[in-house]
């Protein structure tokens, strides 16, 4: 399903679009998260940020069905140092300029997904693929805090 | 945390007390809005939700909040949330809410 990239994703995960497996993404991107040397808090709009994604391809792209199909794919990035996370769906395409987030003044529930996807993340589209369905690629990067804790952290935090 | 939504529901004085356990995301969010829409009908003086054993929450949990709030205000019910922990507060914070909830460190400084 995944594009070739410079190198294949360290990992891949095939799920069903049942809201009760976001848990156990979340749990996978926050273990590989704190290997890359993110903080406590990077970790957890990581989490919130990649909950979001799936929540919004389960939501609107196969209009809440259970038995559909989502991939995860997560890498390493090395220059500079971070995470990329691609989501790929089958369900229902949407024209990628038609996915904004909604103004925060107006107090209301509902509708905050794509805002914490796109504060969170350094890089965030979203594609239709020519199969059918959406791609969401999302970037983020160590914090130079956080990169200077990697680099004067244990050498098992070097990357392969 | 991947486990069902357990709500602890407890009466002090004229406060109804509503404590969820485990994570509040898109999967278990419906659970507490159920229990929150039945306390609001029963109008206590006020409904303080007890956040400490929350590790995580999405914008669905937030939503819900919101909710409740809004709820509450209408039917002159006095809110508050309780024990907001870090990763709780970070949603909270992204969607720039943190400011429109009342916010104390117990259940026994809500009920002051």
Sequence with gaps: ???KMERDPEISIRLFSDPHLLSTIRATVEGLAKIIGFTEK????????IDEALANVIRHGYEGRTDELIWVHLWRVREPRGIRIIIEDLGRSVAPEKIKGRDLSDVKPGGLGVHIIKETMNES?????P???MRLTLVKWLSPEELQNVTLSKPENTFP | MNQELVIEQKTIGDMTVLRPTGDIDMARSSAIRKVVTEVIRARPAKLVIDLSAVEYMDSSG???MIEALQSS???KIKF???GVGPRVKVAFEITKLLGMFQIYD???DAGK
């Design chain 1, 1 to 3: 399903m995944v594009r």
């Design chain 1, 42 to 49: 990077s970790r957890g709009l990581l989490m919130l940020a």
């Design chain 1, 125 to 129: 589209c979203w594609e239709q693929r």
């Design chain 1, 131 to 133: 199969e059918g369905g």
């Design chain 2, 62 to 64: 937030i939503a819900t």
């Design chain 2, 73 to 75: 205000m209408r039917n």
């Design chain 2, 80 to 82: 508050a949330l309780v």
């Design chain 2, 106 to 108: 117990t259940v026994e």
